[in-house]
């Protein structure tokens, strides 16, 4: 199982980026995936997630109406769209499989830096 996660930049305050996370190795569509961001000195934190089905959505309060998860199962690809970036933002973006079966696996990491 490999997650490769791409799409990071630097972009102006306002602007947007999309994440995509390759993923390969396994059934993508039966499973739970999520983006996960570390900004320097911080803990690594939980930005969205979304379930096998496609039916549920979880966001952080802080990208609410920002962020926007999605799924591809016919590209076995994870996307993050994220718009009206804020400097709070920058951070390294994981993208993470939920394993139902052992320890979840994560991606490289790709980074986001929003700065003027």
């Known amino acids: 199982v490999q997650l490769q996660a791409s799409g990071g930049g630097l972009v102006q305050p306002g602007g947007s980026l999309r994440l995509s996370c390759q993923v390969s190795g396994f059934h993508f569509d039966y499973y739970a995936f999520g983006w996960f961001r570390q900004a320097p000195g911080k803990e690594r934190e939980g930005v969205s997630c979304?379930?096998?089905?496609?039916?549920?959505?979880y966001y952080a309060d802080s990208v609410k109406g920002r962020f926007t998860i999605s799924r591809d199962n016919a590209k076995n690809t994870l996307y993050l769209q994220m718009n009206s970036l804020k400097p709070e933002d920058t951070a390294v973006y994981y993208c993470?499989?939920?394993?139902?079966?052992?320890?979840?696996?994560w991606g490289q990491g790709t980074q986001v830096t929003v700065s003027s």
């Open positions: 993470k499989y939920f394993n139902p079966y052992g320890n979840d696996i």
């Open positions: 979304i379930s096998g089905s496609d039916v549920t959505t």
